[in-house]
């Protein structure tokens, strides 16, 4: 079955760093778009970052993260990376990873289960 999986989120101090890891299974990894998004309590979930597929050659970031997260890929690993440095309170919310196929005559997409960031001092 499709999974995917978050982990290293936690508590970090504002300025802090920590990189989060979304482990897929079920699916071609590496023909997959995939994001993160994240969900702060009582809005709505936005999306972060983007990063193609087949190795990831382009990526994209919502302004509020630019210049301090960074989205990579590992095919072989079936693993997507969000890389958060220069951490603040506002990055605080549950963290998803999420996998998007676009091809003629289909359309596919998974979610995983999301991990919490806490930044606080």
């Known amino acids: 079955q499709v999974q995917l999986v978050e982990s290293g989120g936690g508590l970090v101090q504002p300025g802090g760093s920590l990189r989060l890891s979304c482990a897929a299974s079920?699916?071609?990894?590496?023909?997959?778009?995939m994001m993160w998004y994240r969900q702060a309590p009582g809005k709505e979930r936005e999306l972060v970052a983007g990063?193609?597929?087949?190795?990831?050659?382009?990526?994209n970031y919502a302004d509020s993260v630019k210049g301090r997260f960074t989205i990579s890929r590992d095919d072989a690993k079936n693993t997507l990376y969000l890389q958060m440095n220069s951490l603040k309170p506002d990055d605080t919310a549950v963290y998803y990873c999420?996998?998007?196929?676009?091809?003629?005559?289909?359309?596919?997409?998974?979610w995983g289960q999301g991990t919490q960031v806490t930044v606080s001092s």
């Open positions: 990063i193609s597929s087949f190795g990831g050659s382009s990526t």
């Open positions: 079920g699916f071609t990894f590496s023909v997959y778009t």
């Open positions: 999420k996998a998007v196929l676009l091809t003629i005559g289909t359309t596919k997409s998974y």
